[in-house]
């Protein structure tokens, strides 16, 4: 059994990922250093986070300096960060107090055989190979936490499929793809329960969830808490061109900064509703048992509630 882990830096800590990430370890008693880019970001003092500032994640110097004194790190970092996953890593090893390292994922199943067909998922594959190869012969272990969308964040704000500022459910195919999902705070609990029993989860993909529904499943259930929806229906295919061309667009243009671009929400909303599950979008059966991440319907139904108000 490895020594226990206690303190932990947060890379990206002020971004929607590594701020509840954040906010969570430290009320779990975990020693945290919120670590950002942007000078000036901080977390209020009355939350015992420590907060630091390095504006570059390519100096090895800075980065080594940082994770010393260090039991753990969680990449909370944007995709358009994931070339700078080299000097992480060996940041990491050269610190030589970090024994555990969750990975940039908390999305869509980074680790099925088919995801790099989805452009927006290549980044975060080609990390974890580097990862990988950097920790061989290494007494570091990592993580990758696989959490489906984020609904309760995405669901006010109109990035998903259930828009209440614009009372519309949009139904991809059939809607009958199921697909797990799971909220803010449950992916800042796994990244605490991984820390809590690190060699549990060591090198291996952690599936966290609190729901597997389908569009079709959803439909009645809101029509219940909110009357009165818009069903707008897509044809899959179509769709899928769209987004394909979209990307493509971008990348003549010289797009570096993908995240929610309408390219990289639509292929990531493809991957989700592609009817055969080719992407693995429905992870129920390898959700982490006895941890309590599975809620029911009637959880659901009560959490919608708000979200659509």
Not at 147 to 159: E, F, H, N, Q
Not at 228 to 241: N, P
Request: charged share 25%; proline share 6%.
């Amino acid at each position: 059994m490895s020594d226990p882990i206690k303190k932990v830096v947060v890379l990206g800590a002020t971004g929607n990922v590594g701020k509840p990430i954040s906010t969570a370890l430290a009320e779990a008693g975990f020693t945290v250093t919120a670590a950002s880019r942007t000078p000036g970001k901080k977390f209020p003092d009355e939350t015992n986070i420590i907060s630091a500032v390095i504006e570059d994640y390519s100096s090895l110097s800075a980065l080594t300096a940082l994770f010393t004194g260090q039991d753990a790190v969680v990449e909370a970092i944007p995709p358009n960060a994931l070339h700078l996953q080299s000097t992480i890593v060996e940041a990491c090893v050269a610190a030589g107090t970090v024994k555990h390292i969750i990975t940039p994922d908390f999305a869509g199943d980074t680790f099925n055989e088919h995801i790099s067909e989805l452009p927006l998922y290549v980044p975060k594959v080609e990390a974890q190979k580097v990862l990988e190869e950097k920790l061989k012969g290494t007494k570091v272990n990592w993580s990758a936490i696989i959490t489906g969308g984020w609904y309760d964040w995405a669901i006010p704000l109109g990035y998903y499929w259930i828009n209440p500022r614009t009372n519309t459910l949009v139904v991809y195919g059939s809607g009958d793809q199921r697909n797990s999902m799971c909220r803010v705070s449950t992916a800042a609990q796994a990244v605490c329960d991984v820390f809590r029993q690190p060699d549990k989860y060591a090198n291996r993909p952690v599936y966290v969830a609190d729901h597997t529904v389908s569009m079709n499943q959803l439909i009645p259930i809101l029509e219940e808490v909110k009357p009165g929806w818009e069903i707008q229906r897509v044809d899959l295919d179509e769709f899928l061109a769209t987004a394909k061309r979209m990307w493509d667009e971008d990348s003549k243009e010289g797009v570096e900064v993908r995240l929610l671009t309408p390219a990289y929400n639509m292929l990531g909303t493809y991957g989700i509703f592609e009817e055969h599950n080719r992407y693995n979008a429905d992870f129920e059966r390898l959700i982490e048992p006895g941890s309590g991440y599975q809620k029911t319907l009637e959880d659901l139904k009560e959490e919608l509630r708000t979200l659509v108000a």
